[in-house]
C-alpha cells in the first residue's frame, strides 16, 4: 500500500520556523520526484517546492524561494521542509505528493503526481 504521511504542522508566529517531514512507504522512493503543496480557504493548490530523483535538484516558487528548504533522506525514505521566516500567508495545509521520474525539471502542476498524503495544518499567527 502506497503512503505519504506528512507531519510537523501547527502554529507558529510570524517569523518563526517549522520543518515538515513527508515519510513514503509502498513505492520505489529513489525513482520519484517529491513536490510540496499548500492549499489556503478558496484558493487553489500551489506547487511551490519539489526535489527530483536522480540527482536531489531542488526547485522553489517565487513566493518561498530563500525561505524555505527542501531535502531529501533516500535511505528514510522521507523529504523534509525546513521553513524559516514563516509570514501570516503561508498559513495553509501543506501535502507532499510523489511522481515516478528521473528527469530533473520544475514540477509545480498537481496534475503530475500520483501520490498524495493526507495534508497538515500549518498556521501562521501575526
Known amino acids: 500500500e502506497v503512503q505519504l504521511v506528512e507531519s510537523g504542522g501547527g502554529l507558529v508566529q510570524a517569523g518563526g520556523s517549522l520543518r515538515l517531514s513527508c515519510a513514503a512507504s509502498?513505492?520505489?522512493?529513489?525513482?520519484?520526484?517529491i513536490g510540496w503543496f499548500r492549499q489556503a480557504p478558496g484558493k487553489e493548490r500551489e506547487g511551490f517546492s519539489c526535489i527530483s530523483s536522480s540527482d536531489g535538484s531542488t526547485y522553489y516558487a517565487d513566493s518561498v524561494k530563500g525561505r524555505f528548504t527542501i531535502s531529501r533522506d533516500n535511505a528514510k525514505n522521507t523529504v523534509y521542509l525546513q521553513m524559516n521566516s514563516l509570514k501570516p500567508e503561508d498559513t495553509a495545509v501543506y501535502y507532499c505528493a510523489a511522481t515516478f521520474s528521473r528527469l530533473r525539471a520544475w514540477r509545480p502542476q498537481p496534475g503530475e503526481y500520483v501520490y498524495w498524503g493526507q495534508g497538515t495544518q500549518v498556521t501562521v499567527s501575526s
Open positions: 509502498g513505492f520505489t522512493f529513489d525513482d520519484y520526484v
